[in-house]
């Protein structure tokens, strides 16, 4: 089950490609070619079509089929499913990704404090890692980062960061986030911790998973104009975050990323661990 992930960012790249449409049913693999919930029956049969005591249903919401999924079950549960998902049209998302925020929120202070919860994680491996550990979305490696502060903007605030590659992965970290403790500085070295590991590894395709509009906007928008600017917001002020973006600009340069915004804190598996990861992180002493 190392391409887990690849169903939840098929899920939110369809509904950024279109935009719009009505809910599908969605078809989860827990024993074929490969395990996870995909959105066509197409896709589904590729994963369980002559593969032995495959075990598969289809469900109308995401959240039962990743159940579905996660579950050990019994071999009896998907038996006799092959006949009723063949008659589906092809399924369609039914989640959009939250609307980008204006661009004057450039010039937003740090967010308030995010409490969130998390377990102990392994820490990023030095040594080379198996291609075939990764989840990919063609030939581009699935990643999620999440960034967290306790006491956000304030006195002995904990800020941690969380960088997520797969159940059991050995690049998966969790690690406190160095200098100045904030939210929005943890978002943004959580990828920039995901695009050193990826470099380390030889990969230059990545998709990097992240609830932080302000990182997806920042690199991706606005970046080109706080430098024509003098690294100053369209409204005259110095951009807070400069030193953490322009370590951020590194690290892309040279690499094909495609950044998919996420809903925080709605049940994505990816999220959530990175979630965890970016928690226990905070909780580990300042470097």
Not at 174 to 189: C, D, K, S, Y
Request: positive net charge; glycine residues 10%; aromatic residues 6%.
């Amino acid at each position: 089950m190392t391409r887990l992930l690849v169903a939840v960012h098929r899920v939110a790249l369809a509904a950024v490609r279109r935009g719009s449409g009505k809910p599908g049913m969605f078809y989860a693999v827990r024993r074929g070619r490969r395990a996870g919930v995909f959105l066509t029956w197409d896709e589904c049969r590729a994963q369980v079509d002559r593969f032995p005591a495959a075990r598969f249903r289809k469900f109308a919401t995401e959240k039962e089929a990743w159940a579905f999924v996660r579950s050990s079950g019994s071999p009896q549960d998907a038996q006799g499913r092959k006949e009723e998902c063949a008659q589906e049209p092809q399924a369609k998302a039914s989640k959009r990704p939250r609307e980008a925020p204006a661009a004057g929120e450039e010039e937003e202070e740090e967010e308030e404090p995010r409490m969130k919860q998390g377990k102990p994680a392994p820490g990023a491996a030095a040594a080379p890692v198996s291609k075939d550990s990764f989840s990919y979305v063609g030939e581009h490696v699935v990643v999620y980062t999440d960034g967290c502060c306790s006491r956000n903007g304030r006195r002995r605030a904990r800020a941690g960061i969380g960088v997520y590659w797969g159940p059991g992965h050995p690049l998966n970290v969790g690690v406190r986030l160095p200098g100045r403790q904030t939210n929005q500085r943890a978002e943004i070295h959580a990828a920039c911790r995901a695009l050193e590991q990826a470099r380390a590894q030889g990969i230059d395709k990545l998709v990097l998973h992240t609830d932080s509009m302000f990182t997806i906007n920042g690199i991706t928008s606005w970046l080109p104009g706080w430098k024509e600017n003098g690294w100053r917001t369209s409204a005259g002020k110095e951009v807070i975050n400069r030193e953490d973006f322009v370590e951020l600009d590194r690290l892309v340069q040279g690499m094909d990323i495609r950044w998919v915004h996420v809903p925080g804190h709605s049940g994505l598996v990816g999220n959530e661990e990175a979630d965890r990861l970016a928690r226990e992180g905070a909780k580990q002493p300042e470097v």
